[in-house]
Nanobody, 119 residues
Framework: QVQLVESGGGLVQAGGSLRLSCVAS????????MGWYRQAPGKQREWVAT???????NYADSVKGRFTISSDNAKNTIYLQMNGLKPEDTAVYYC?????????????WGQGTQVTVSS
């Protein structure tokens, strides 16, 4: 079992920045994929960014160039640096973990952290 705890959300003005953190604990596989998703009120959860063990990253078009995902393997932590925030980035942000050897059945979610961007 893997547990995920997010932090770093808050209220920020448009154009501002926030850095989210997600600490993983438990039986963490060496080959994994971690990412950030978000869910705005009344909308479905959407993918934001992914980082694969080894460092490869991918981003949704809506955040490309503004958000950066990174990891600190020694701390079992991933980050999401969010710059140039827009009101449409307002959502609950969730961290996700997948053991790549097992696949989607190993998907684990954190509890989420609220990001609110005021105009």
């Amino acid at each position: 079992q893997v547990q995920l705890v997010e932090s770093g959300g808050g209220l920020v003005q448009a154009g501002g920045s926030l850095r989210l953190s997600c600490v993983a604990s438990g039986n963490i596989a060496s080959i994994n994929m971690m990412g950030w998703y978000r869910q705005a009120p009344g909308k479905q959860r959407e993918w934001v960014a992914t980082i694969i063990s080894g460092g490869m990253t991918n981003y949704a078009d809506s955040v490309k160039g503004r958000f950066t995902i990174s990891s600190d393997n020694a701390k079992n932590t991933i980050y999401l640096q969010m710059n140039g925030l827009k009101p449409e980035d307002t959502a609950v942000y969730y961290c996700n973990y997948i053991n790549r050897r097992i696949g989607s059945s190993s998907s684990t979610w954190g509890q989420g952290t609220q990001v609110t961007v005021s105009s």
